[in-house]
């Protein structure tokens, strides 16, 4: 029997196992290093990974780490054998008699069977370990309430978003969404409506998964949706969805509950950053909520404008009533801010 091929897939699955748990290894680090960064492109620290999770990525690691030891020394030992074996087989004194070479031949074949089965329980256990990490991994990168992407993937993707922006000058937009007097739907309805009402926005939003790069719960009641698209068309997917969760309430804890989305667009530009791109989309936002909720607004870099059928809807809202939800005293960027409100409200009255 041939110990070639035998040979070549022992040294495949060794090389391939240990770069598997070197990338896993290297990619919980960076993360790891990201999050804990007092200055990421977000600015955000949130998702770091608690001890629980180190320890069971450890031991995943550990397990992994010791099929690929106990193996490298189960063929150390196969190599050993064959040869010892192979000298006798060229030594003519030792092996003279049938019976003799027929033992030999009998050692071979045990030698490779015993091989063979340890190949095949190390491939099945780091088949299964495999998954394992695969799902540990998954599960790191998932909001667990709403099972769309958490903010550590959503940090991720909107990186290689902007790389890839770098290299090609693909245009790409972020949405920030943010369900309207959430706070009021806790204290009204209970935390548990407030859960349900999160995972139903989160179920709708994911309709829309095939339009977008990546869907993220951003952080509370806050969502973030990533486009291929320019700026007018993102809006517009935004604003569709915007008028379908208005038209339709949520069913949750036995209550009928209406619910409302404010959203912010901004598209990234040239020489442009990954945090003034958040920024920019964070004061459309911010813009909405001011306006009266339940609108799109757009940042275009200079001003932020609202969009689509919310313009109507906006135009009757008076900018005293919008500021009367703020405090007293406001910093710069609210003052801007209302001023916009102040100039689109008196365009669209004309």
């Known amino acids: 029997m041939s110990t070639a091929p035998i040979l070549y897939l022992m040294m495949g699955l060794l090389f ?20 804990n960064d007092p200055n990421p492109p977000s600015q955000r620290t949130e998702n770091t990974p608690s ?3 180190t320890q069971q990525l450890l ?9 690929t030891t106990d193996f490298a020394g189960d063929f150390t030992r196969y190599q050993s054998t064959m040869k010892t074996l192979s000298r006798r087989a060229a030594d ?37 370990q495999t998954k394992q990490l695969a799902g540990y991994l998954s599960e790191a990168r998932t909001d667990s309430l709403t099972g769309l992407a ?44 407030g859960d349900a009402v999160l995972r139903e926005v989160a179920c709708r939003l994911r309709e829309y998964s095939g339009q977008t790069l990546q869907i993220a719960r951003y952080g509370g009641e806050e969502f973030a949706l990533l486009f291929e698209t320019n700026l007018q068309d993102t809006a517009r997917v935004m604003e569709q969805i915007r008028q379908e969760m208005s038209a339709k309430a949520i069913q949750a804890e036995g209550k009928t509950i209406t619910v409302t989305l404010s959203c912010g667009v901004a598209e990234i530009s040239r020489d442009d950053r990954i945090g003034k791109l958040i ?27 609202v969009f689509g059928n919310s313009a109507a809807e906006t135009a009757t809202v ?31 009255n004309r």
Not at 59 to 67: C, G, H, Q, R
Not at 161 to 188: E, G, R
Not at 328 to 348: F, N, T, V
């Open 16 to 35: 391939g196992t240990t770069l598997l748990a070197l990338g896993i290894f290297l990619g919980i680090w960076i993360a790891r290093r990201s999050d």
């Open 59 to 67: 031991s995943l690691l550990k397990s992994v780490a010791a099929v």
């Open 150 to 193: 958490n903010r550590r993937a959503f940090d991720q993707k909107i990186d290689e978003c902007f790389q890839y922006w770098n290299q090609t000058k693909k245009l790409f937009s972020l949405a920030l969404v943010d369900i309207d007097h959430f706070k009021k739907i806790n204290d009204t309805h209970g935390h548990p409506a």
């Open 92 to 128: 003519g004194k030792t092996v003279t008699t049938r019976e003799e070479v027929q033992g030999l031949l009998d050692q071979i074949v045990e030698a490779n069977q015993h091989l063979q089965a340890r190949l095949e329980s190390a491939e099945v256990k780091l088949d299964n």
């Open 279 to 305: 920024r920019r989309s964070d004061e459309a936002l911010y813009t909405a909520k001011m306006a009266g909720r339940n609108r799109v607004f757009i940042n275009n870099g200079i001003l932020c404008e």
């Open 51 to 53: 001890i629980a999770e």
């Open 318 to 348: 008076h900018v005293a009533e919008a500021a009367a939800e703020s405090p007293p005293s406001r910093d710069p960027l609210e003052e801007r801010i209302l001023k916009q409100i102040d100039s689109i409200l008196a365009k669209e």
